[in-house]
């Protein structure tokens, strides 16, 4: 479905012995046109490729989200 994955960067998981979490950004997430995404993947095995657990953010809501979690800090 998506045209273009670039991962920007991997951190490991904390508590984890493998577990990755991935910052990728998405180029047409939904098909052709569709705008692009970041995308934060939660991979317990490694796989930044195929995490078990993704989020989708549309650009415009980054820095709110990355404010949000700097609050809980």
Known sequence: MSSGVNIIKEIP????K?????ISKVDEPYGVG????????ISLSGDAKNPEWKVHLPMGNIDAVV?????IK
């Open 13 to 16: 998981l904390d508590g984890t």
């Open 67 to 71: 404010e949000a979690l700097k609050s």
């Open 18 to 22: 493998k577990g990755i979490i991935t």
């Open 34 to 41: 569709s705008d692009s995404v970041a995308s934060i993947g």
